[in-house]
Nanobody, 125 residues
Framework: QVQLVESGGGLVQAGGSLRLSCVAS????????LGWFRQAPGKEREFVAA????????EYGDSVKGRFTVSRDNAKNTVYLQMNSLQSEDTAVYYC??????????????????WGQGTQVTVSS
């Protein structure tokens, strides 16, 4: 079975950058759509970014457009989230998620059937 493990979170000052990685173990990575979501205390889970199996379609949440970039390296079974110009509002636990190609709306959590355990990102002013 495929498992997802996020890394790269930490404490960063406002205006700084972080790159998150999500490494998948198991088979079938190249056929998966991949998404990033985040959840801050007291808030619902929020869509951040997604990339389909071929990389030809990429989606971003409105709050991160122009600042975050999602990419994938199928040879390494890894999806990345490059986060620039970080703001205090970006503080959250960030989750990597995977779903089958063609499974639905990439911007909503039910599309994804497999989730990592999350990595904490904290942005200080």
């Amino acid at each position: 079975q495929v498992q997802l493990v996020e890394s790269g979170g930490g404490l960063v000052q406002a205006g700084g950058s972080l790159r998150l990685s999500c490494v998948a173990s198991g088979r079938g990575f190249s056929s998966l759509n991949l998404g990033w979501f985040r959840q801050a205390p007291g808030k619902e889970r929020e869509f951040v970014a997604a990339i389909i199996w071929s990389g030809a379609r990429i989606e971003y949440g409105d709050s991160v457009k122009g600042r975050f970039t999602v990419s994938r390296d199928n040879a390494k079974n890894t999806v990345y989230l490059q986060m620039n110009s970080l703001q205090s509002e970006d503080t959250a636990v960030y989750y990597c998620a995977a779903g089958l190609a063609g499974s639905g709306n990439l911007k909503v959590a039910p599309t994804y059937r497999l989730w990592g355990q999350g990595t904490q990102v904290t942005v200080s002013s």
